[in-house]
Nanobody, 124 residues
Framework: VQLQASGGGLVQAGGSLRLSCAAS????????MGWFRQAPGQERDFVAG????????GYADSVKGRFTISRDNAKNTVYLQMDSLKPEDTAVYYC??????????????????WGQGTLVTVSS
């Protein structure tokens, strides 16, 4: 599966952005999806995950209540709605896919497929 992330940009603190990740290739519904982010000089960290048929979602504590992950299997797309953004949310955001499984997954090593990343910058 090939992944293309989009929707990043510059936003003021308190604002919102919606990231999209379009998938092509094998059946999108076969994949659990995740969003990760990497700030300069930092490791890539889990942000949110969603199961193959959107029955299960999970979030990093730092974004819980502010970010929402969703997917539209008919459109082969996963979304990350980001509200109440903070300067510490500034990072390159990556979408990722894991073949098979039942739930969502937090471990970066479980994801075999990655998009190219989209930069989110939150100004104070």
């Amino acid at each position: 599966v090939q992944l293309q992330a989009s929707g990043g940009g510059l936003v003021q603190a308190g604002g919102s952005l919606r990231l999209s990740c379009a998938a092509s290739g094998r059946a999108f519904g076969n994949y659990a999806m995740g969003w990760f982010r990497q700030a300069p000089g930092q490791e890539r960290d889990f942000v949110a995950g969603i199961s193959r048929i959107a029955g299960s979602t999970g979030y990093a504590d730092s974004v819980k209540g502010r970010f929402t992950i969703s997917r539209d299997n008919a459109k082969n797309t996963v979304y990350l709605q980001m509200d109440s953004l903070k300067p510490e949310d500034t990072a390159v955001y990556y979408c990722a896919a894991k073949d098979g499984g039942v739930g969502y997954y937090r471990s970066i090593g479980l994801y075999a497929y990655w998009g190219q990343g989209t930069l989110v910058t939150v100004s104070s």
